[in-house]
């Protein structure tokens, strides 16, 4: 089992409720600026799209890598949380 980042940890252990998209794992400000320009603002929304290709995460990976030039430990990181926070709360 991989080891996950602080971040991971703190996001995964409570309710998304109206955090930043910058508060999910892998995305930092430049992905999180990319990501906010076209309006995917909130962490919420990210896991709409998440959801909306049904948590797959590797179809997750390419929709991130296309829409913000994300690198693959960004992308998966990303998605692994989200996938994560799913399995804990949905």
Same mark, same amino acid.
């Given at each position: 089992m991989s080891t996950t980042s602080q971040k991971h940890r703190n996001f995964?252990?409570?309710?998304?409720a109206d955090k930043p998209v910058m508060a999910l794992a892998g995305i930092g400000d430049r992905l999180g600026h990319s990501?906010?320009?076209?309006?995917?603002?909130? @962490?919420?929304?990210?896991?709409?799209?998440?959801?909306?290709?049904?948590?797959?995460?590797?179809?997750?990976?390419?929709?991130?890598?296309?829409?913000? @030039? @994300?690198?693959?430990?960004? @992308?998966?990181?990303?998605?692994?949380c989200l996938k994560d926070w799913c399995d804990a709360f949905l």
């Open positions: 995964v252990s409570e309710p998304m990501l906010t320009e076209q309006g995917y603002d909130k @962490a919420y929304v990210v896991l709409g799209q998440f959801l909306l290709l049904r948590k797959d995460t590797e179809l997750f990976c390419y929709w991130l890598k296309d829409v913000t @030039a @994300a690198n693959r430990k960004q @992308a998966d990181d990303c998605a692994q």
